[in-house]
């Protein structure tokens, strides 16, 4: 069965680190997807990427950038120089072809900026 | 564009009530979801709708839930009668393509239910 961890609970960081939120999946799917989504105080969950199971090249997106390795089962996911805004919580979320397509999320890493 | 849409956003019933979540996904989204949060656990998938038809409903925990999608616009998930472990927060999602799998899926701001 399908399953996502993130074993980070909860870091705390000052403004301007790096941080790093790790993923770590499990399926017997050779074709699924990995997504990010990101949940800010106003409660709703915003889509931030999505990487299919051929694709290992990592991505960067502005201050974002992810790290996808089939070998380790892993999808972490940088915030490098990291903002106050950033704070909130990340999930991480896996959907599978022949399994279920619907979104296995991991329990969350919620992430504290200081200023 | 409106994003998709939940009400309420808190609801505080007693054991042994009914509630009734709604969710308005985006307009022309034929797939719908809803997805639960218990107490900071992880988020767990209830059921999936493509238009009106229950495309997956395997995560719905008991026979108390009860989703419908008439019409295929929106759809209601109906706790009855409701338990202290029902608390949580519901979360609704739609995505545009029917059939399409993969496809990144938004999510309302959830309704946070709380049974007392």
């Known amino acids: 069965a399908q399953k996502v961890t993130q074993a980070q609970t909860e870091i705390s960081v000052v403004e301007k680190e790096d941080v790093t939120l790790d993923c770590v999946y499990e399926?017997?799917?050779?074709?699924?997807?990995l997504f990010w989504y990101k949940q800010p105080p106003s409660g709703e969950l915003v889509f931030l990427i999505r990487r299919n199971s051929f694709d290992e090249q990592n991505e960067i997106s502005g201050r974002y950038s992810w790290n996808f390795q089939k070998s380790t089962s892993s999808f972490n996911f940088t915030i490098t120089a990291s903002q106050v805004v950033d704070s909130a919580v990340y999930f991480c979320a896996l959907s599978e072809a022949t399994g279920r397509r619907a979104l296995t999320f991991g329990s969350g890493t919620r992430l504290q900026v200081q200023p | 564009e409106a994003g998709v849409t939940q009400f309420p956003s808190h609801s505080v019933i007693e054991k042994g009530q009914t509630v009734t979540l709604r969710c308005d996904p985006i307009?022309?989204?034929?797939?719908l979801y809803w997805y639960r949060r218990v107490m900071g656990k992880e988020i767990k998938f209830l059921l999936h709708f493509v238009k009106e038809s229950k495309q997956d409903e395997s995560g719905m925990p008991n026979n108390r839930f009860l989703a419908e999608r008439t019409g295929g616009t929106y759809s209601t998930l109906k706790v009855q009668p409701a338990e202290l472990e029902d608390s949580g927060v519901y979360f609704c999602a739609s995505s545009p393509v029917r059939g399409t799998w993969g496809t990144e899926a938004f999510f309302g701001q959830g309704t946070r239910l709380t049974v007392v």
């Open positions: 307009s022309g989204h034929d797939n």
């Open positions: 399926t017997r799917d050779t074709t699924y997807y």
